[in-house]
């Protein structure tokens, strides 16, 4: 019997257990995660978990406005929220989804740029890309009128290209306006949470060594199959992260669909949740469709958080 | 495995009876040694034996599951780390980012209320010979730099034991070797108790008094290097530290003061002082202690020493040596280590040798312990 | 697997990889074709910055109408004149004041429960932080309705400024968390165990140490709850009351009529915004000199 490191066998038997991570806690007392916790909890529960339970036994309750509501436990309510708004819910992802795409589509390239082209402009693009964040969003959202007016340059460069004969057969714009049409709505969707998807975007390329797409370079990729065989798998944490952090606002957003669109013909959920409360004051249906809307976003969230295995990420 | 406890009392850091246990896992599974004071003392073993658990527990940054931590006569092991006369040197250094090298030289000092520390930090630095970087934050320094202010920030302090867990384990070899002869120096220089802990069984050997090699959370055998790499008590041991040949066999009879020991092929005697009390054994020799030569020459070699006959089958030159894997008549695979001395003249695979050494070499090993604890994963020596 | 994978990349590669020798083209679209990301950026960077530029300009506009989204005629009136507008300067006070306040307390019970969730193991954990996520992924409509669901079931608080507070602290909280929980990620503990051997007990490795390490975390956490706070519109107006916050007042102006004042506020914002940045970035590089 010989002991050469050559012999393979010899190889398989090193116990490997690895040297454990420093359990920290014993310095510290066993109560005290919980009094750290405590304020932020208190808020949440006080704050959130109760409206949100308030806000489902609203849901639940028959009467009206004048005569006052009980709780009945009726989900009638759902079924008549469901039949009257329905265009609006579907309309809601329609234009959600569609922003969340072209702000992934719009903001790679620029993430991308930061990350690996921009070298000593790297920092002045992120300024560029965070400052407009602290103005005012609703200014902001002002100035695409003016960007998208029926005499503005925009309107006639489309229609001198004839674009917005191709806008209109898809169906996004009506005539040859661009303001007051769903795609007025989107594009506002899109440039409101752009820089919620370009951070994360930039925050997972950052990360990301370099030398990889070069190891991908030398075994023949070409640079488009470097990108998307390691590139994009590689940075799907950030697209994630960026996808739900637009996602998720767009969906209940009704500020771009007053501000930009036409009501009613562009009127989405928020539109009408607001509407339900504010001016109707019917709180059970306004109730039952924000309800709706919650449940509605966080289970497509996890099933989308699910399918792009990112569990961890939060 | 581990020493006796010799009376105390001169400031040496005494393991006793130390066990630690993460759930199921024993890390550490049962320690009692003693490092005198003023020694330089290294824990060698592989990633997850234990031996960083131990410092770990020296330092206070771990809770002993049972067992008591002495330095001098004061036991420690329940103590905060920040009462402890102990410092350590971390793995990757762990100097403080926000801070410059100064106040990070300075940090222990001034924690304890030291006045005037700028002369003991300047001299500290200088003993580094980081002379005028006081103002430098850690990450403008090279990874020596780094390491060397790791070192000052912790032996500022004048601690009764300084700890160093894998301190040069993110150097390059060639900064490696050099940082390993300014550890040295730094220790004679300051005369502290240095507890090194280290993976690499070279480093562990130039610059350590005392080595115990740990396995599994125990100590397998404790001693100078020297004794270490001539008689290794295990097989864990004989391989883990240097290379080793390990040949199955049976006690026969003894000679005086050797025991003849058949084994395939021919018989082997062993010196009795280094024999186990079985009489199933491995018969074990290092590479570098045996001869190869040529079969028809083989009247050559003194008569009392030890011999078999081997075909070469592969020749690796190294340099300084050349390494030759030989197949006994048995079957046995045999690595020898040839001195280039002189113009090189190497064996060619096929040709036929006899394998001898001088019994004085042997040495052997209860047949009970695998014949490959020890042999690390990459296989190679270090 | 990988290596499977790699030979497919390579057999893919092949086919489409310009020979070398086509490779540095000088015709204007070989410039477009390898520059292409880079044009791409910067166009999206433009789709990003045009608003701000229209704000800019319209706040030097003299209006024809009441409403300030046409190009008339150069004026400084607006910037002379900024609180000209009845209620508008008052709106502003007031936002900054909820910002304020509600940033300082977010960032304290947020800075708190982010070293409870990412400094100890404890029962509950996971489900706080499922606790904590679900404002984040909640449409702020939702969240604005069913506060004010619950103010006026209570009864106890009238609408107003302390609602408005209580809100915005309650949506600001899931965002602090999160973000000083990512600093706190990454922080080496190595650092506080070196810091507890060389002789600082816990409370002073706490304030020298890791207070210190994690301050960027929380400052950016306290930035990012203040534009959140400072822009929100869609929670307040839900339960502001008869309290008018500035994007309130944007609101309605864009209703009533939007005079160039309030270009001149987002101007200033913006300016504001980008000089903080700005300075933030040179301290950062001064300290990375010295």
């Not at chain 1, 060594?209 to 470097?226: G, H, K, Q, T, V």
């Not at chain 2, 003249?345 to 070499?361: M, R």
């Not at chain 3, 429960?113 to 100890?120: E, I, V």
């Not at chain 3, 939702?142 to 608080?157: E, H, K, P, Q, Y």
Request: with cysteine; charged share 15%.
């Amino acid at each position: 019997m010989s002991t050469l490191p050559a012999e393979p066998l010899g190889n398989l038997v090193q116990p490997d257990q690895p040297e454990l991570p420093p359990p920290r806690a014993r310095l510290r007392s066993r109560r005290l995660p919980y009094l750290l916790l405590l304020p932020a909890l208190a808020w949440l529960a006080v704050f959130f978990v109760v409206p949100t339970i308030t806000l489902f036994s609203t849901s639940l309750q028959t009467g009206s406005i004048y005569e006052g509501y009980t709780l009945t436990f009726s989900f009638s309510n759902y079924l008549d929220a469901w039949t009257r708004f329905w265009p609006q819910m579907l309309r809601s992802l329609l234009y959600a989804g569609s922003a969340t795409v072209l702000a992934v589509l719009i903001a790679y390239p620029l993430a991308y740029t930061m990350a690996f082209k921009a070298g000593r402009w790297r920092n002045l693009l992120l300024i560029l890309v965070i400052a407009p964040f602290f103005t005012s969003f609703l200014i902001r959202t002002l100035a695409w009128k003016t960007i998208l007016a029926d005499n503005g340059i925009v309107v006639e460069v489309f229609n001198a290209l004839r674009i917005t004969d191709v806008l209109s057969v898809i169906g996004v714009t009506t005539g040859d306006r661009l303001l007051a049409t769903p795609l007025a709505v989107i594009t506002g969707l899109t440039y409101n949470f752009l820089p919620f998807m370009i951070l994360p975007l930039y925050a997972a390329l950052e990360r990301l060594d370099i030398r990889l797409i070069e190891a991908a370079s030398d075994l023949y990729a070409s640079p488009f199959a470097a990108f998307r065989k390691v590139t994009l798998p590689l940075s799907m944490p950030g697209v994630v992260a960026g996808t739900l952090l637009t996602f998720i606002p767009a969906c209940g957003d009704y500020i771009n669909a007053q501000l930009l669109g036409s009501m009613p013909a562009t009127s989405m959920i928020g539109n009408v949740i607001d509407a339900q409360f504010l001016r109707v004051l019917a709180y059970p249906t306004a109730g039952a469709l924000s309800f709706t809307l919650m449940v509605g976003v966080v289970a497509i969230v996890s099933l989308y958080v699910r399918r792009a295995g990112t569990e961890r990420l939060l | 495995m581990s020493d006796p406890i010799p009376a105390n009392g001169d400031g040496a850091l005494r393991l006793v009876s130390l066990y630690k246990r993460f759930g199921d896992v024993a890390a550490v599974d049962g320690i009692t040694l003693t490092i005198p004071a003023g020694s330089f003392f290294a824990l060698l073993g592989p990633s997850g034996c234990g031996k960083t658990t131990t410092l770990r527990m020296i330092a206070g940054l771990e809770e002993p599951t049972s067992g008591q931590i002495l330095i001098g006569d004061v036991d420690v092991a329940g103590q905060k780390p920040y009462r402890r006369p102990v410092n350590t040197v971390f793995q990757n250094y762990a100097l403080f980012p926000h801070l410059d090298v100064f106040q990070n030289v300075a940090f222990g000092l001034r924690r304890r209320g030291v006045r005037d520390v700028a002369s003991q930090v300047e001299q500290m630095l200088a003993m580094v010979e980081l002379s005028g970087y006081g103002a430098r934050k850690p990450a403008q320094l090279s990874g020596g730099q780094q390491q060397r202010v790791a070192v000052a920030r912790a032996l500022i302090n004048q601690p009764s034991v300084l700890l160093l867990d894998e301190p040069l384990g993110a150097l390059d070899l060639k900064l490696r070797r050099q940082m390993q002869l300014e550890l040295k120096r730094i220790q004679g220089e300051v005369g502290t108790t240095f507890v090194h802990v280290t993976h690499d069984q070279e480093e562990a050997m130039t610059m350590a008094d005392t080595v115990a090699v740990m396995n599994e959370g125990r100590i397998e055998q404790l001693g100078s290097p020297v004794e270490l790499y001539e008689n290794p008590k295990t097989t864990f041991v004989a391989n883990f530290l240097g290379q080793s040949n390990l040949i199955d066999g049976t006690v026969e009879s003894t000679d005086g003061d050797l025991a003849i020991v058949a084994v395939p092929g021919g018989r082997l005697a062993v010196p009795q002082d280094r024999m186990p009390a079985t009489s199933e054994v491995h018969v074990g020799v290092r590479p570098e202690k045996l001869s190869l030569t040529a079969s028809d020459e083989s009247s050559a070699i003194p008569s009392h020493f030890n011999r078999l006959s081997a075909v070469v089958t592969e020749t690796r030159f190294l340099g300084v040596s050349t390494e030759y894997i030989v197949s006994t008549a048995a079957g046995e695979r045999m690595a020898v280590f040839v001195q280039n001395a002189g113009r090189p003249d190497q064996l060619a695979p096929g040709v036929e040798v006899t394998v001898s050494w001088d019994p004085a070499h042997t040495f052997a090993l209860d047949v009970r312990q695998a014949a490959d604890a020890g042999l690390s994963p990459a296989g190679a020596p270090a | 697997m990988a290596l499977a994978e790699a030979e497919r990349a390579d057999r893919a590669g092949h086919s489409d990889r310009p020979p070398a020798s086509q490779r540095p083209r000088r015709t204007p679209v070989g410039w477009v074709r390898d520059h292409i990301v880079l044009i791409a950026g910067l166009l999206a960077l433009l789709y990003l910055l045009i608003p701000n530029i229209i704000v800019v300009a319209l706040s030097f506009n003299r209006p024809e109408g009441r409403f300030n989204y046409n190009w008339n005629q150069f004026s400084l009136d607006a910037w002379t004149n900024p609180c000209a507008v009845a209620g508008m300067c008052d709106a502003l006070g007031l936002s900054l004041r909820i910002a304020v306040l509600s940033t300082i307390v977010a960032v304290i019970l947020g800075t708190l429960a982010a070293f409870a969730l990412s400094r100890h193991r404890f029962r509950g954990r996971g489900g706080t932080n499922v606790l904590i996520f679900f404002p984040m992924a909640t449409p702020e409509v939702v969240m604005g309705s069913s506060l004010l669901a619950l103010f006026v079931n209570m009864s106890v608080i009238p609408l107003g400024f302390w609602t408005i507070l209580i809100a915005h602290i309650m949506f600001l909280l899931s965002y602090v968390i999160v973000t000083v929980k990512a600093r706190l990620a990454v922080l080496d503990p190595r650092l506080e165990e070196a810091a507890m051997d060389l002789y600082a007990d816990e409370r002073t490795t706490f304030w020298r140490v890791t207070f210190p390490l994690a301050l960027p975390g929380i400052v950016a956490g306290a930035l990012l709850a203040f534009a959140l706070s400072f822009d929100d519109f869609i929670i307040t107006n839900f339960n502001a009351g008869s309290e008018v916050t500035f994007p309130m007042f944007v609101w309605g102006a864009a209703q009533r009529g939007m005079p160039p004042q309030v270009n001149v506020i987002g101007t200033m914002m913006f300016l504001a915004a980008l000089t903080a940045v700005l300075i933030g970035q040179l301290a950062g590089r001064r300290r990375r000199i010295r």
